[in-house]
């Protein structure tokens, strides 16, 4: 019922202190000197192999993610599609997303403390196994004619604790995963093969939906997490944050997560800026299929039609950003959020073939968008601390996203999808006009 990064991804505490703007930002070049210390050496006996081809376990977890994300593309479309079959109601959809990134505001902080405590790879596995078994429980009412509205409010929540976790271990897990100077290709690559299961899904799980029923089509993704776990268990490296030398108490490393980010001035402008364009867009995908299927009476095939070209689109990007690697991540990001407000726009009324190919533009920057802003995070944050890090930025981004679906729910109830199209493009627009006023994001970049 997630993707597995989109914005997800995919979130104000630390943004709020004396200052929020530096006049002159380090950027990745000029991190404290701490960070680098704290990342220790890049290459030493037992690290993973400079090649990514031949490097066993990311090819393991590249498979078994990638097969992962086939069935998330496919619930990412199918569940609205079936809440609004079962209710009728944009609201209702609006509660669906609410519990579906709640976890993150709740559990998201101590979720960054355990994966830099625990193992990574076996809380990627045993999240992977808990969401096989509450995913599947929304077939099965469905094909025993049980409450399935009921059942989706009662294991969305759940569904997504789990998923907040493994979030956690698997952003922390990159580095230990491919080393620390392959992590900007890997994210790329991992974009990439996500991007191929959300090109084949929302297409396949349209026509699912419209054949099949979307309760039936929603099976497929339990499989995938299953998948998934079995693929974990053949990984060797155990993928664990180095040992500490003194205990610490979960409260403490919680706070030493937030107190990172809080001093990194470029890491949390750009954080702030990543974080409000997560919340005006965290009901999009609901408003799309509200404005497509009810507004425009277009069905549920054009649906799957206008996100698989957004996933196309995020194919594209990501394959440019392996290649590419841009390094101005603030500009990448100011243009992303020029370009999916336009994008939003010119999906209002045009006729399906333009409305694919907006889909696919703003696709292309999404994924540059995405990689750039998890490169950059991941490369100013000490492998001590990936974990902690990575929910403190969760827990704002994706933790305040219940605003955006609550608030998107309500208006498609108030003023019809149109009016609430049009609503998210403009607001788009303004943020990234206010944000591009920041010296701390236009400067954010990768060091050459």
Known sequence: MTAPSKPSAPPAGPLGHASDVDPSPPGLEETPPRLDDAAGPRREDGAPPTELRRNRDFLIVLVGQGISSLGDAITNTALPILVLLLTGSGFAMGVVGVLTTL????????????????????????SDAGRAILTAAVPISVAVGGPTMAVILLITFPLNVLRVLWLAAYTAAVPGLVGRDQVPRANAIFEAVFNVGWVVGPALAGLLAATIGPGATIAIDALTFAVSALALLLVRRPLRAEARAEPTH???????????????PTLRAVLALWTTVSVITAG????????????????????????????????????????LAPKAV???????????????????????????????????????????????????????????????????????????????????????????????????????????????????????
């Open 103 to 126: 976890p993150d505001l709740i559990i998201g902080l101590p979720a960054g403390a355990f994966a830099d405590r625990w193992d990574r790879r076996k809380m990627m596995l045993w």
């Open 250 to 264: 979960i409260l403490e490393d919680v706070r030493e997560g937030i107190r990172f980010v809080a001093h990194q």
């Open 284 to 323: 999009f995908t609901s408003v799309l299929i509200y404005y497509v299927t009810v507004d425009r009476g277009l069905g549920e095939a054009v649906v799957g039609v206008v996100l698989s070209a957004f996933a196309m689109g995020s194919l594209t990007g990501s394959i440019l950003a392996a290649r």
């Open 330 to 448: 603030g500009r990448v990001m100011l243009g992303g959020a020029f370009a999916f407000g336009m994008a939003t726009l010119l999906l209002i009324g045009t006729p399906v073939p333009v409305m694919v190919a907006a889909a696919f533009g703003a696709g292309v920057i999404n994924a540059n968008v995405l990689v750039a802003y998890i490169s950059l995070r991941t490369m100013l944050s000490p492998d001590a601390l990936l974990g902690r890090v990575g929910a403190t930025a969760r827990t704002l981004s994706i933790g305040l996203s219940p605003i955006g679906s609550l608030s998107a729910g309500l208006a498609l109830d108030a003023v019809g999808g149109t009016a609430t199209m049009v609503a998210i493009g403009s607001l788009l627009l303004l943020v990234g006009g206010g944000f591009a006023l920041r010296p701390a994001v236009r400067r954010a970049r990768l060091a050459a």
